[in-house]
């Protein structure tokens, strides 16, 4: 799936929260990062057809670097338009939910449980010794999708365990 409309409805979701004071183009990388991993585990399928980046900071896709450029380290204040075939303009374009069931339900448990950490804590999280990132041995380097895929099916598991009744 293309990232720009996955950005927006994570946008849509914060702006929607009134959460959108520190939605920098960072925490918008990792929030993204947290989605991809969580939708690409759960499903099976990648959520999002660009690979991530070892960037210094962490996963980071190079494309929203660009498109989120402007903000520098201030929070994104409105939807990114892209190039809209149908229509003949640039817009803000959306997932099609339709087309894609799981991932209102997935984007809605991720915001949940990550919009309420701040973005150093979701750095802390995303540079864990064994997660994908510090595996990945240099700056640039595609990190694999295979790794972030077990990263969070660990997760996941883990979380199974703790759930579980006694």
């Known amino acids: 799936m293309r990232t720009l409309p996955v950005v ?7 702006y929607r929260d009134k959460q959108d004071d520190d939605l920098t183009p ?43 450029a402007q903000y520098g380290g201030v929070p994104v204040a409105e939807y990114i ?13 959306f997932v099609d939910i339709k087309a894609v069931p799981q991932f209102t339900d997935v984007l809605e448990k991720v915001w949940q449980e990550y919009s309420r950490y701040t973005t150093e804590q979701l750095s802390t999280m995303s540079h864990a010794p064994t997660s994908p990132w ?3 041995p240099r700056e640039g380097e595609a990190i694999p999708h295979a790794w972030i895929v077990e990263e969070f099916a660990r997760l996941g598991a883990t979380n199974r365990r703790r759930l579980a009744p006694a």
């Open 8 to 14: 927006n409805h994570l946008l849509n979701i914060a």
């Open 81 to 93: 338009p892209e190039w809209n075939p149908g229509s003949e303009r640039f817009e803000p374009l």
């Open 26 to 68: 960072l925490r918008v990388q990792k929030l993204l990062y947290f989605l991809h991993g969580w939708y690409s585990a759960i499903t099976g399928v990648a959520l999002l057809s660009e690979p991530f980046i070892k960037g210094k900071y962490g996963p980071k896709l190079l494309s929203l670097d660009s498109d989120l």
């Open 134 to 136: 510090a595996r990945t």
